[in-house]
């Protein structure tokens, strides 16, 4: 499998390199933005390392720029940062990045924490269309409709209902909402999925109100 590693600090990037390559993966290291784009004219890869701060155009414009376009939309990204807080790591998520990990982190995490993503990342027969009352959901085209509206959904919001169309009827807790949806065990806070859940319902229209809170357990999707 090949992975492309988009840090400018060497010392980071060969250390990554180097504990990658002894697991037995082919790597491609680029110190910023405009190397990395000239390869992926030439290279898909499996897997993308990509720091935030970078000189030029930062990780988040690349993530950004990843998942607009139909041949990267569905490259597993993980990113890799010195910022700590919540409201950071959020944004990256919602953005489209399917996990992260923050600096300085051990190798050994790291490398699990590779493989457990490309392990997620594996091809999954997926349904077309879920519908449930008056909101459809077209998983291919990955667009979202409610009352005959198109909704617009960040990437994270539209897991999250997917997830809770998919378990209709079912309570999920904030819990497994967070380990299901974000992809791993999500060091934040709960008020994540909440915050998730008051913009879902409000996109939704008359449709949110099928959200339902389930007092001090979660949230599911009910007539």
Not at 119 to 138: C, Q, S, V, Y
Request: net charge negative.
């Amino acid at each position: 499998m090949k992975i492309f590693i988009v840090e400018d600090d060497i010392d980071i990037r060969r250390m990554e390199s180097y504990a990658l390559m002894n697991s037995g993966f082919e790597v491609k290291e680029f110190a910023d933005s405009y190397a990395f784009f000239e390869e992926l004219n030439k290279t898909v890869p499996d897997l993308v390392l990509l720091d935030i701060m970078l000189p030029g155009v930062d990780g988040l414009t690349i993530l950004q720029s990843l998942r607009s376009s139909k041949k990267t939309e569905n490259i597993p990204i993980m990113l890799i940062t010195a910022k700590g807080s919540e409201i950071d790591r959020v944004r990256g998520l919602d953005m489209g990045a399917d996990d992260y990990i923050s600096k300085p982190f051990g190798i050994m995490e790291f490398v699990s924490r590779v493989k457990a993503l490309l392990r997620r990342a594996a091809p999954k027969e997926e349904l077309e269309t879920i519908t449930f009352g008056n909101i459809t959901i077209d998983d291919t085209k990955r667009t979202v409709t409610a009352d005959g509206n198109l909704c617009e959904l960040t990437y994270k919001e539209f897991e999250l209902l997917k997830f809770l169309m998919l378990n209709q009827g079912i309570v999920l807790s904030r819990e497994k909402l967070l380990s299901k949806v974000w992809g791993f065990e999500f060091d934040g806070e709960t008020r994540t999925v909440d915050m998730h859940i008051k913009t879902l319902r409000q996109k939704l229209g008359t449709c949110g109100t099928c959200i339902k809170t389930v007092r001090n357990v979660g949230y599911k999707l009910d007539a």
